[in-house]
């Protein structure tokens, strides 16, 4: 990026720049063909990525909903991440004002159209739009947008909440007074994405589990899609057994339109999980989940499909 902020491509992989934590994840990311466009006045960030893998997709022929997930997070991570100069300065300074802490998804939504799931719309390559959406005290969340580069379509909206955590004492920890000065003005939401905590009925159907090394991350935390991976294998065992009533499987050919999820904490390896899942009788094509931990609930998360 310039000195007066004009629009700018990271520079290619052969270029003088300043190491970074985790350099070879976003390295790979550019050697797979991923670029990153920012705006003039650094509210817009671009990634164009190569699009969905053979495997991302499932026996109707759906891009399944943890490969979009984890797409969109490669290219919101390669966009906060990458370095636009020779100084290591990232996107909105995202990269250094993250450096002391951790960050832990609180909350995530996603909304999906159906042309995400037909055939005749071209999914490669792919564009993903990443703006700040709102900062608080010690959380803040983004909102990208995966777009169709040829037509500007807009095939799924994605509002991500995570909250700052101190590395020594593990609890909420402030943003920078200068990065809030800095970037708050870009935020496009102003307010913080909340997801009101599920009430399990009486009677849920039930489906367990226990977690495997390669559903976890770079924290040996299960990663944030694995948790919609174990709701929808619950959902699936539920169809098959002919324990849901509104769900079956022509309804979920038609893919998922909206997903709210929120998590409570963390899990690990060879934790033994329990998929709570349930129906409401006024609420067709969906489906409510919550996931326990030693009788405690770690994620919840509600999947509506399409009609």
């Known amino acids: 990026m310039t000195d007066q902020g004009s629009e700018s491509k990271a520079p290619d992989r052969n270029s003088d ?27 817009l960030a671009v990634v164009e990525a190569p699009g969905p893998s053979y495997e991302s997709f499932d026996v109707y022929g759906n891009c399944k909903i943890w490969s979009i997930m984890r797409l969109m ?53 792919l564009k993903v739009n990443v703006q700040l959406g709102y900062i608080g005290k010690s959380s803040t969340n983004s909102v990208s947008s995966l777009v169709v580069p040829s037509s500007g379509e807009t095939l ?19 943003f920078p007074s200068w990065w809030k000065e800095k970037h708050g003005e870009k935020a496009v939401r102003k307010e913080p994405l909340i997801i009101q905590k599920l009430s399990k009925p009486d009677n849920p159907h039930t489906y367990t589990l226990r977690v495997s090394w390669s559903e976890t991350d770079m924290y040996n935390h299960v990663n944030w899609a694995s948790y919609v991976v ?7 065992h539920g169809i098959k057994e002919g324990k849901l009533k509104g769900m079956d499987k022509e309804v979920v050919k038609k893919g998922i339109q909206r997903m709210r999820m ?29 996931i326990v931990k030693d009788g405690v609930s770690v994620y919840q998360n509600t999947l509506t499909y399409h009609q």
């Not at 720049?17 to 670029?35: E, W």
């Not at 709570?276 to 609420?283: I, L, N």
């Open 262 to 290: 929120a998590y409570f904490g963390e899990c690990v390896e060879g934790d033994q999980l329990t998929v709570y899942f349930w129906e409401v009788e006024d609420q067709p094509r969906t489906v409510y989940f919550d």
């Open 230 to 236: 174990y709701s929808i294998d619950a959902l699936h």
């Open 73 to 125: 997070g490669a290219c919101r991570y390669f966009a906060y991440h990458y370095p636009l100069d020779k100084t290591g300065h990232s996107f909105m300074d995202y990269g250094s004002m993250t450096d002391g802490m951790f960050t832990f998804m609180a909350s995530s939504q996603f909304e999906v159209e159906k042309s995400m799931y037909d055939t005749q719309v071209s999914k490669w390559p």
């Open 17 to 43: 720049i300043k190491p970074r934590p985790f350099r070879a994840k976003y390295q790979h990311l550019v050697d797979m063909g991923y670029s990153l466009t920012v705006n003039q006045e650094e509210s």
């Open 156 to 174: 799924v909206r994605n509002i991500n909440q995570i909250v700052a955590i101190d590395k020594e004492t593990r609890k909420p920890t402030p």
